[in-house]
């Protein structure tokens, strides 16, 4: 219909009847442009919104594994350090020696990554996030994650060297039934005088010692990432709301 007209303006000529049916279809066009441009602006804030709201979540749960773990590798810092003073000074702490004998070996598995950040960069809409720095906080905290996973083993293997070496000197708790939770692990009695003597325990414990200092310096590390990407994230959703 619209080219017919323009056929037959033309040949009349009228120029403004042509002018108004292309301006017309220019306005049409960009009208039509305009609302696809504002609905996927729309889509895009939405998903954004969901995006932030999960990787809270994950944020928040992540936090409080991360705060379990500090906890476990300070009790057993502080475990770790009266068993080696009281085989210096050849006197334990007799109220906490049964329980500092266990938790001395104690490991916290770290942090993972957060699935919903993992899930955004495998579908490829990590650049939707238009903050730059909450992008940057994500992807140094996911490649520090994995490089503290990756290490994993070297900071257990001399754990376990030290719970088999401390096992020398400890008698469990052997009930000959299912234990619970909260028994698995309980002694009996420790050898004291094992503890001093073996010249391999003050070294096990000081290197057990030395691992809990530094996984414990690795999750302190992890939790201030955290935190710095919880503000970041709720700074980003105020902007969004």
Do not use: C
């Not at 001395?104 to 730059?132: C, E, K, Y």
């Not at 039934?177 to 692990?185: A, H, T």
């Not at 003050?202 to 919880?230: C, D, K, M, P, W």
């Amino acid at each position: 219909m619209f080219l017919r007209r323009l056929t037959i303006a033309h040949k009349k000529p009228d120029w403004f009847t042509v002018a108004v049916e292309i301006l017309i279809v220019v306005l049409g066009v960009f009208s039509a442009l305009q609302v696809n441009n504002w609905n996927t602006a729309r889509s895009d804030r939405a998903e954004a919104r969901i995006f932030l709201e999960l990787l809270e979540q994950d944020i928040a749960q992540t936090l409080d594994r991360t705060d379990r773990a500090l906890e476990t590798h300070a009790l057993s810092l502080a475990a770790t350090a009266r068993l080696i003073q009281g085989i210096q000074g050849e006197k334990f702490d007799e109220e906490t020696l049964l329980q500092d004998t266990v938790a001395a070996t104690n490991l916290a598995a770290p942090p993972g990554t957060s699935a919903t950040f993992t899930q955004r960069v495998l579908s490829g809409r990590l650049t939707r996030i238009h903050n730059q720095q909450l992008r940057r906080s994500l992807s140094e905290y996911d490649s520090f994650i994995r490089f503290v996973a990756s290490q994993y083993d070297v900071f257990s293997g001399p754990v376990t060297q030290t719970r088999h070496t401390l096992m020398q000197a400890s008698m469990l708790n052997s009930t000959g039934r299912v234990k619970s939770i909260n028994e698995l692990g309980q002694l009996n009695a420790v050898d004291r005088q094992m503890l001093i003597n073996n010249p391999l325990m003050i070294t096990a414990l000081q290197t057990a010692y030395g691992v809990h200092e530094n996984i414990h310096a690795f999750i302190s590390r992890i939790r201030a990432q955290l935190l710095t990407i919880q503000t970041q994230i709720r700074a980003e959703q105020e902007s969004k709301a």
